[in-house]
Each structure stands twice: as structure tokens, then as C-alpha cells.
């Protein structure tokens, strides 16, 4: 007899959410001969093959380009056949949008991702699943991400990580650029997800499928990558600038690099600032190695 | 405890029992070679995954040092299931030790899958030539309504004979065989796996059913291989759309016609062409037994008073609830009765027993109980576990009784060569007397000889 208490997905059903990065500005800077289209080619196999275990598993792509960031693709709308034109036309058609649209306001200064946009999507999406019914599968989110991390996102990002973590989403981070991403670090390292960095960028399909193909629940039997040291440095909400040694707000725990009369985000007067000797109201957010 | 046996527990199971040489075939068919993929437990999938773009043979301690001391279990069921398939051929070479690679057809077929996406089997029709499709949900009403009519066929060919169409006569006799007992004077009466079969879960039930069909192939001059590849095959097709009939040879087509008989399968004639589709049963064959994705929702409440509301129009339910239930009115949506010592005792004489019963009631609760915890009142669950252990209190046992022993070492004897085959059931040293169960009574008779 099947047993009494059937679940109503199995285990290893899951949601799969990636996040590309398409910031025009990395892809052209990269030195090594790994190229967008190869890249993308990698990328699609692994797209394939997590669709291929399990008919219920599911696919969205979003795109986090420099100015936007949009879904490019779902698995769940539109037929199986064709998957990757679909994917490959949404992709160009975001790519030139994305172009068209010119931030002038650039906080981050060049060469950032919208990475938060990306992530508040992804959540906002996965959230969307969680309240379709008692029958969804178990989401995750993957960020396949190149470009350096913008500190002006600082916030925004912290914000979606403690989000994912509370919702109980993983974030798994693979980072194809030639610099950790601190952001990434954290955010894998708060949510429970994996952090890794690729050392050969054309074995990459080799790389997502050994370590990102796992589905959350073998996860508890196998041994993935570990991260050796997570950044966790903070950014200041003042000039979003990544500092070591500043100033935190007691009521709303934001972080500022020199004093303020009063706080920018709650509104709290502070009051004089202590000499320099004393530390008591100095938080130390130290790197942790 | 008497079961429904089923053997192969779902399709692969049955698959993986395939002989070598039809199961390397059957690999040539990509989605033999992707069905098969889904079916393998989580970790399987990674590791097939992970060997997919390796051509040389890896060894069994590479594999296994991903794996935490925790699920050291686990891997062994993945790699024993995956060479069970025939996935993975194992070689162990001269220095003792394992090496595993993956069967080459079937890395040829999920490669070509990665690189290219899915393909459908067949392409569905185009929409003008098909006349008017049915809806998606007008489809599963149709596949729900046919599978109640087969299975109301099935307990009760009587009464159904007027309402379903076309079940052939041959086809009927083998779905029914175990299920119905046949009797010349009263009728067929439903055995004690009939009953349990109709309180298994649909998918359960399908594949119970279809478990018996491919067994039967063989009979009907149909290759068992070529029948498993169709109907896999057939569970990668699109729900509601509609594929050509003569894009399938003779046997499929026969084999169509019988699908449809169970609403796996939906004909339909058009001025030139006929078509068929596929309703959701047909795609979910190749899913595993316990994902309960198509589960139907619920429609019994159980109270705590022992009353059971069923808010269901179906007779199959009517029918299914009189198995161990009183059912005391019947408005048209809805079956009141109540679970009383004499149903369920009847309901344990047909060799249902209490398990099952809770479980269905469980599986089957209202949406509005399900969410409880638990759905089934506690009382009344043990109060049914209860009833049946009433039944169980009086153990039978054929056994023979001795006495008249001619002397106390002779007895002492005897009790110690019942005890050494422990079928001592009761001595009495004092008057000489003991009991012993009967099959052991042919060598007592020998070895009391022997002592003379």
C-alpha cells in the first residue's frame, strides 16, 4: 500500500531561480577567452539538465543587467521544444533595452550589476509560489554573477538576503568574475547557500552541475564546496562606502562613516560623539578571516 | 497481513527487472533514457549528472567522498539502484577496486537532450484540422469519469454493463483476475485484494492495473519492451493536445484503443483523420507512485460521534464507503453514514484491515478537515484499531493432544522434542498430557515409535 502520509511533491522538486548577470561593461572586460556566448551556451546546457530530472522542476531566468533588470525566461509558461529560442530572443530583446535606458545617476560608479533588483525579483517571484497553495516546489536562487559588487546596493542587498533567509531561501552564488564578491559571500553564507568561485571558467557546465544541480534535500547527505572566508564587512548608508571601524544608529542599526546630529534613516538624534579613545559606541565590524 | 501485491512498485521497478539484453535496447529510445532519469532517487540524478561529460571510468571512492558519513546509506541505494538499471556498469579491476561508468547509449541520449531541450515524441496536430478540442478540464472529467466507470465495471460487472461502452470481454477477465474471485452460482465476488485495490489512490489503482496489462502482453502476441517504450512514450506527450493516429503502427493503435477504455486516452474522429489525446492519467504514468501531484481533493469528513459526511455524487464512492460504513441517506451531493462495529467487522472478514481504512479516510479527507491535524478524530481512529484487534484476540492453531504416555521419561522425552522444533503448545507433567501443533504430529508419531 502507498504509505498514509503521501507528500504532495517529492523531495527533490525544485524552483530554480537564475540570475544572469549581463552587464555589458564585464562581459567586455573579461581577459581570459571565456565569452558571453560561451558562457551563455554552458549556462543553457545546465538550464536543460535541471529541467531533464524532474518534469515538475521549474526554470526562471532574470537578467540583471547595468541599467534593469527583467525575467528573460519561465519554464513554466510555453511549450518544452523551444526553450532556448525563447530564452535567446527575451535575452537580446533585454539586452538592447537595457542599452537604451542610460543611468545617469550612477552611484556605483562603472561596471555594477543590478544585483538587488535581480534578488527583491527573484523573492518577490518565489514568494508569489509560496502563496499559490500548499503545492509548490522547493525554491532556490542562483546567482551567476561577474561583475564587482555596487556598495551603493548595500542596503537593498542586505535587505532580500534577510528576506531570502527568512523565507528559507538558499541563495547558491557562482561567481565567474576574477574577484570574490562580498555581497555574494554574505549572502550565500546567511542563507545557508554555496559560495563558489570557479577556477576554469570553460569547465563550467561541470561546475553548475556537480555543486548547483543539487536539489535541497540531497544537500543534507553530500559535501559541497565550503566557503574558506566570508567578507563581512558592512558598506556605510552615508556615502555607501565599504568600511571596517563606523558609527551604527541604536534604534535602527544603520551604519554611517563619521558622526551625524541625527540619523538619515529613522530620524533619531544622536548625541555628541565620544573622544576618539573610547570605543563605546563604535561598532567593530571586522573582517572575518 | 494480506496485500495487494505489488510486485513492481512503479514502472521502473518493473523496467529494472527487464532481462540485459531488451533493457539496452530500450535505451535507444531518448525517452525511455529520460523517463528512466526521473524515476532514480535524488542523489542518482547528481551522480549521473555529474558523469555525464566523463568518458573514462571513475572510480567508486572519488564518488563517494561527496557524500557525508550521514548519507553513506543513501549512495548506496542511489549506485545500487543506478547498476540495478543498468546505468552504471560496474568493473572492478586488479587492485580491487570498483569503477563505475555510465551505459553509453543511455549518456548519448541525455547529452544530445542537454545540448538540444526537450523534444516532444510527435507533433500534436495543427489546430485547424482538429475540429474542437476538449478543455483541459473537461479532459480530466472525462479521464476521471471513465477510470470510475471501469473501476464500477470491475466490482460490479452487472449492474455496469449498460452505462460503459466498449471494455472488451478478454480485457475485463484480465484486469479482473485476482481481484474478483469467479464463481459459477453466486456471481463474482470481489476478493480481498479487490477490496484493498479500491482503496488505494488512483495512480496506485492505474498502475496496479497496468502493472497487469504489460504482464499480459506476452499472451496477446505483443512484445512487453515495445509496450513499455509506448507507454512511456506516451506519458511525454502533451495533455490536451491532440496527435495523429497514423503516426503510430498496428500494435500501438490497438494499444490505444484499449488506453482509452480506461480514459488514459481520449479518441476523436475527424472528417479525415482520428486523433488521439492524452488525458492526465496517461501523463503521469511514468511518475512514481508516492508524487501525488494529481491527487483529487478530498471529500470525506469524518466527526467525532462516528458520522461520516461525504460530499461526493459519485456511486464508485457510495460503493467504496459501504465497504466498512453504514451509509444512512443519500442526498445528491452529499453520503451520510456512520462507522459502526458490525460494517467494520464485515469490512475485516473481506480482509480489509484497519490501516487501510485509516489511511483512506485520511488520503481522502475534505479540504476543510485536511488541514487538521489530525484529519481523522483520534477517537475514531482507535477506536477502529481497536475492533480489529478484538478480532485478533483468539489465536487458532491446528493442533494435536497426547496422553496415555507409559512412562515420565518418555513424556519428558517428547515435551523436549516438541520444544526443539518449538510446536509445544501446552504440558501438563502432572497427568502426562501435552499439545502439539499438527505438522510437527507426523514426526512425534516416528520418534514416540522409536522410544518403544
Redesign the interface.
Known amino acids: 500500500m502507498t504509505s498514509v502520509t503521501t507528500k504532495q511533491y517529492t523531495d527533490d522538486v525544485s524552483l530554480l531561480m537564475v540570475l544572469v548577470d549581463t552587464n555589458p561593461l564585464f562581459w567586455s572586460s573579461t581577459t581570459t577567452s571565456f565569452s558571453f556566448s560561451k558562457f551563455l551556451s554552458q549556462l543553457l546546457s545546465f538550464l536543460n539538465s535541471i529541467l531533464l530530472l524532474n518534469q515538475l522542476n521549474q526554470v526562471v531566468v532574470i537578467a540583471s543587467g547595468f541599467n534593469s533588470c527583467d525575467y528573460v525566461y519561465d519554464s513554466s509558461l510555453g511549450p518544452t521544444n523551444q526553450r532556448v529560442e525563447t530564452l535567446l530572443q527575451k535575452l537580446e530583446e533585454f539586452v538592447s533595452k537595457d542599452e537604451e535606458l542610460n543611468r545617469d545617476d550612477s552611484v556605483d560608479g562603472i561596471g555594477s550589476s543590478l544585483l538587488s533588483g535581480a534578488l527583491s525579483m527573484a523573492l518577490c517571484y518565489i514568494q508569489r509560489v509560496f502563496r499559490s497553495g500548499s503545492l509548490h516546489p522547493q525554491p532556490r536562487i542562483l546567482c551567476l554573477h561577474g561583475s564587482q559588487d555596487g556598495p551603493g546596493q548595500y542596503v537593498a542587498i542586505m535587505n532580500s538576503i534577510f528576506s531570502a533567509q527568512r523565507s528559507m531561501v538558499p541563495i547558491d552564488s557562482c561567481v565567474i568574475g576574477s574577484q570574490h564578491s562580498t555581497f555574494l559571500q554574505q549572502a550565500s553564507y546567511i542563507t545557508g547557500g554555496v559560495y563558489l568561485r570557479p577556477q576554469h571558467l570553460d569547465g563550467l557546465f561541470q561546475y553548475l552541475t556537480t555543486v548547483f544541480a543539487t536539489d535541497l534535500h540531497s544537500r543534507n547527505f553530500l559535501q559541497l564546496p565550503k566557503a574558506s572566508g566570508v567578507d563581512f564587512r558592512a558598506s556605510c548608508f552615508c556615502h555607501k562606502k565599504t568600511i571596517e571601524l563606523g558609527y551604527i544608529c541604536s534604534v535602527c542599526l544603520s551604519i554611517f562613516c563619521q558622526h551625524h546630529k541625527k540619523c538619515s534613516t529613522c530620524g533619531s538624534a544622536f548625541g555628541k560623539p565620544q573622544t576618539s579613545d573610547s570605543t563605546t559606541n563604535q561598532k567593530r565590524k571586522a573582517p572575518d578571516t | 497481513m494480506p496485500?495487494?501485491r505489488i510486485i513492481a512498485k512503479n514502472f521502473m521497478d518493473m523496467v529494472a527487472s527487464l532481462p540485459a539484453i531488451k533493457l539496452d535496447k530500450l535505451y535507444e529510445n531518448a525517452f525511455i533514457c529520460?523517463a528512466i532519469?526521473?524515476s532514480l532517487p535524488?542523489?542518482a540524478?547528481?551522480y549521473v549528472?555529474?558523469l555525464?561529460?566523463i568518458d573514462v571510468p571513475v572510480t567508486a571512492n572519488s564518488l563517494q567522498?561527496?557524500?557525508?558519513a550521514?548519507?553513506a546509506s543513501?549512495?548506496r541505494v542511489a549506485v545500487d539502484r543506478l547498476i540495478q538499471l543498468r546505468v552504471f556498469t560496474e568493473t572492478v579491476d586488479r587492485k580491487k577496486e570498483a569503477t563505475y561508468r555510465l551505459n553509453p547509449m543511455f549518456q548519448m541520449n541525455?547529452r544530445e537532450?542537454?545540448?538540444h531541450?526537450?523534444?516532444?515524441p510527435r507533433e500534436p496536430m495543427a489546430a485547424n484540422i482538429t475540429v474542437r478540442l476538449p478543455s483541459l478540464e473537461e479532459l480530466d472529467n472525462y479521464a476521471a469519469q471513465q477510470w470510475e466507470c471501469f473501476l464500477l465495471h470491475l466490482i460490479n460487472s452487472a449492474e455496469a454493463e449498460v452505462t460503459t461502452k466498449s471494455i472488451s470481454a478478454s480485457m475485463m477477465k484480465v484486469f479482473q483476475r485476482g481481484l474478483l474471485s469467479q464463481r459459477d452460482r453466486e456471481g463474482s465476488r470481489l476478493t480481498e485484494s479487490g477490496f484493498?485495490f479500491l482503496l488505494?489512490?488512483t495512480?496506485?489503482q492505474l498502475w496496479y492495473i497496468i502493472r497487469e496489462y504489460i504482464s499480459n502482453s506476452e499472451d496477446r502476441g505483443v512484445d512487453s519492451a515495445d509496450l513499455i517504450s509506448f507507454l512511456l512514450e506516451l506519458s511525454f506527450h502533451?495533455t490536451g493536445e491532440a496527435y495523429n493516429i497514423n503516426t503510430l503502427d498496428d500494435v500501438q493503435r490497438t494499444t490505444v484503443k484499449d488506453l482509452a477504455d480506461l480514459g488514459l486516452i481520449k479518441l476523436q474522429q475527424g472528417r479525415k483523420d482520428s486523433w488521439f489525446i492524452p488525458t492526465k492519467l496517461a501523463t503521469n504514468l511514468s511518475?512514481?507512485?508516492?508524487?501525488?501531484?494529481s491527487?483529487k481533493q478530498g471529500y470525506v469528513v469524518v466527526e467525532t460521534n462516528f458520522r461520516l459526511y461525504a460530499y461526493s455524487t459519485s456511486k464508485l464512492h457510495c460503493e467504496i464507503l459501504k465497504l466498512f460504513s453504514r451509509v444512512e441517506y443519500q442526498l445528491p451531493n452529499l453520503i451520510v453514514g456512520s462507522i459502526t462495529k458490525e460494517n467494520l467487522y464485515k469490512a475485516f472478514a473481506n480482509g480489509i484491515t484497519a490501516?487501510?481504512i485509516?489511511?483512506f479516510l485520511?488520503?481522502n479527507a475534505h479540504p476543510r478537515v485536511a488541514e487538521r491535524v489530525p484529519s481523522v478524530p483520534e477517537n475514531v481512529t482507535d477506536q477502529i484499531r481497536l475492533w480489529e484487534s478484538d478480532l485478533n484476540r483468539v489465536e487458532m492453531t491446528p493442533a494435536h493432544f497426547l496422553d496415555d504416555f507409559p512412562s515420565r521419561d518418555v513424556f519428558e522425552a517428547a515435551c523436549d522434542f516438541a520444544r526443539e522444533y518449538s510446536s509445544l503448545l501446552w504440558e501438563d507433567s502432572k497427568k502426562m498430557r501435552l499439545i502439539v501443533k499438527t505438522e510437527i504430529y507426523a514426526h512425534m508419531k516416528e520418534f514416540l515409535n522409536n522410544q518403544k
Open positions: 496485500q495487494v529520460e532519469l526521473r535524488p542523489l540524478k547528481k549528472l555529474q555525464l561529460y567522498e561527496w557524500v557525508l550521514d548519507g543513501k549512495h541525455l537532450h542537454i545540448v531541450g526537450g523534444v516532444l484493498q488505494m489512490d495512480n496506485a502533451v511518475i512514481s507512485l508516492s508524487d501525488a501531484s491527487r490501516d487501510q485509516i489511511s485520511q488520503q
